[in-house]
């Protein structure tokens, strides 16, 4: 069964700070692996995806993820955060009949000035 | 183009009580998923429609039902509501598959 685990419910960080959101996943087949996040009341926005091919992806507002596949892991990062990163991220992967997505418990990012 | 929109935004009801959630996705998105949000589950899949027929589902009760129309959207209904079901119930919508799908705001439901 396809799993994802994303370790640290809360990081805080400082404005200008690096961001690291840490991902790890199970998958008995090649994953399609997601980075969402949501922001108070609102539903998921795409930040950014990896299906094949690259395994540094970039994606929308300075983030961007790299799929390791020796270490099963598809972390977040940022190198410079802003206050208005401030919300919930979550991984997810494609269920292996490519019907669903599992989703991660979420992580809260706090940025602080 | 407008995005996924899911209506109503906010929704009270009582135990016993059922209810309906609507979900309009992207024009030209043929598939629907619906999701279940609360803070000690996370993010839980309902279901999802392709062209009005339901090919996935998740692990809840045949209280939770879903439909899609032939314009693509959907509907969720829960019956027989518990104090459980308080939620954000989000709706996705997507080209073909799961690969790359677009959120709608949600529906918060809150069952007293």
């Known amino acids: 069964a396809q799993s994802v685990t994303q370790l640290g419910s809360h990081v805080s960080v400082s404005e200008g700070a690096l961001v690291l959101l840490r991902c790890n996943y199970s998958?008995?087949?090649?994953?399609?692996l997601f980075w969402y996040v949501q922001y108070p009341n609102q539903g998921l926005q795409l930040l950014l995806k990896?299906?094949?091919?690259?395994?540094l992806v970039k994606g929308i507002n300075g983030f961007e993820a790299e799929f390791k596949k020796s270490e099963t892991s598809f972390h977040l990062t940022k190198p410079s955060a802003h206050m208005s990163d401030a919300a919930e991220y979550f991984c997810?992967?494609?269920?292996?009949?490519?019907?669903?997505?599992?989703f991660g418990k979420g992580t809260t990012l706090s940025v602080s000035s | 183009k407008a995005g996924v929109t899911q209506t109503p935004r906010y929704l009270i009801k009582t135990r016993g009580q059922q209810v309906t959630l609507s979900c309009s996705p992207i024009?030209?998105?043929?598939?629907v998923s619906w999701y279940q949000q609360t803070p000690g589950q996370g993010l839980q899949f309902l279901f999802e429609?392709?062209?009005?027929?339901?090919?996935n589902k998740g692990n809840f009760p045949g209280r939770f039902s879903g439909r899609q129309f032939s314009n693509s959207r959907s509907e969720m209904n829960v019956s027989t509501l518990e104090l459980g079901d308080s939620a954000l119930y989000l709706c996705?919508?997507?080209?073909?598959?799961?690969?790359?799908?677009?959120f709608g705001p949600g529906t918060r439901l809150t069952v007293l």
């Open positions: 997810a992967i494609v269920n292996q009949a490519g019907t669903a997505l599992i």
């Open positions: 429609y392709f062209s009005e027929t339901q090919r």
């Open positions: 990896y299906t094949t091919g690259a395994t």
């Open positions: 024009s030209g998105h043929r598939s």
């Open positions: 998958s008995s087949v090649p994953p399609y």
């Open positions: 996705a919508s997507s080209i073909g598959g799961v690969g790359e799908q677009f």
